[in-house]
């Protein structure tokens, strides 16, 4: 099921890497620290390390599998002159709360306006990519591809359990499916802690402090024929042939209004988030559609304060027009309005007018209202950057 459009490794850019699996965690929460941890240059330039997790055997049967930890930490973070170093586990970097973001479908973190901003406002900023995503895809895997989406927990959980340990709280934040991903997870989380508040997954639960939500995966935003198939025929589908690619559909005017070769601003690399995006399987769209299922169903409260941020409108027009860059191109965000009271009592809505799918990728002025909206309620739920 490998890709051929992208046969080479994504580029390993010389960070260092280490062994943790979830076993390891749910054995002691806390038994590894990012503190300890050397960060390699990353692709994203000065001030950002990368180091990677290698988590082992595939569920699905693909190449050993890792995670890309990438962080933000400028020199003045360690008082180093060396933007790489890992300063001092006692200096203010480690007081900071921590943000971890969460990319979406064919992504990988790309945007340092966001991470500087957030540490600009206090906070330690990490990003992950997760496995067969972006930074951590490796030659033999299929990009992206899991046949549950639950299986990126384990990749969530080693995150958190590393970040939290040094860090006093951290907040996950997701964007589109990576918004369902870390809701859903830190539902189970929650599960777990009122099935045993003395688990492991009830320390790592206690380690998140929010959840935010950028312009999350709450609802398959087809309708009609294409909607019922999706729901209904694809999850009976995947059990006997899971490997049957899914037809072409994505609207790629989304891509071309953010790349700076096209009719964007962004230059991102498009290997690691192409215009179109990379193939998708039965298995892996039965796997978002069970997941979507038990969040509408109300089976994954968070248990913590959840912010959603969306737009104020969708548009699925193919064509580019301005009605791309100042609405939702991929998803609609009254779904999200639906959803957000099932995955936590105490979800806030944020609707940021004129907004595009990843808000934080909107216009100068519309992102810097969300970015704002963002800071604010974080410190409203005394999770103030310091």
């Known amino acids: 099921m490998n890709d051929s459009r992208a046969m080479n490794n994504a580029p390993a850019h010389g960070g260092n890497t280490s062994s943790r699996q979830l076993a390891d965690v749910l054995t002691d929460p806390r038994g590894a620290s990012v503190a300890e941890l050397t960060f390699g240059p990353d692709l ?46 006692t200096r203010n970097f480690y007081g900071r709360p921590a943000l971890l973001f969460v990319h979406g479908m064919t992504d ?26 972006g930074r951590a895809w490796r030659e033999g895997q299929t990009w992206h591809h899991v046949t549950s989406q639950a299986i990126y927990d384990e990749d969530l ?78 999850p009976q589908l995947a059990k006997v ?17 953010l790349h700076a070769d096209y009719a964007g601003e962004w230059d991102y690399d498009l290997e690691l988030k192409p215009i179109e995006p990379r193939k998708k399987y039965v298995s892996w769209m039965a796997g978002v559609v069970r997941q979507i299922a038990d969040l509408q169903a109300g089976h994954c409260d968070t248990g913590l304060p959840t912010l959603v941020l969306t737009s104020d409108g969708h548009y699925f027009g193919r064509g580019l027009t301005d009605a791309t860059y100042v609405n939702d191109p991929i998803l609609k965000p009254e779904q999200m309005w639906q959803t957000a009271p099932k995955v936590s009592p105490h979800a806030h809505i944020e609707v940021i007018a004129d907004a595009t799918h990843d808000v934080f990728l909107s216009r100068p002025a519309v992102r810097r209202r969300a970015l704002n909206a963002t800071a604010d309620w974080l410190a409203a739920q005394g999770i103030a950057g310091h």
Not at 64 to 78: D, G, I, T
Not at 109 to 129: C, S, W
Not at 243 to 254: D, K, Q, R, T, V
């Open 108 to 133: 990988y973190f790309f945007q340092d306006h966001v991470a500087r901003f957030f540490h600009e406002a206090g906070y330690a900023v990490y990003a992950i990519d997760m496995r067969k995503c």
């Open 44 to 89: 994203l330039g000065p001030d950002f390390g990368v180091h990677y997790v290698e988590m082992g055997d595939d569920p699905d049967g693909e190449p050993p599998v890792r995670f890309a930890l990438v962080r933000y930490f400028p020199a003045e973070a360690s008082g180093s002159t060396a933007a790489t170093a890992v300063s001092d586990p």
């Open 157 to 234: 959980s080693i995150a958190l359990g590393l970040i939290g340990t040094a860090h006093p709280t951290v907040v996950a934040v997701g964007h589109s499916t990576g918004g369902l991903d870390v809701t859903t997870w830190a539902g189970r989380l929650n599960a777990a802690t009122q099935r045993d508040p003395s688990s492991a997954e009830a320390g790592l639960h206690g380690m998140l402090g929010a959840v935010v939500g950028n312009s999350p995966w709450y609802g398959i935003q087809f309708d009609g024929l294409v909607g019922f198939v999706i729901k209904r025929v694809f």
């Open 241 to 257: 042939a899971p490997h049957i690619p899914l037809p072409e559909g994505i609207n790629p005017s989304y891509g071309h209004s």
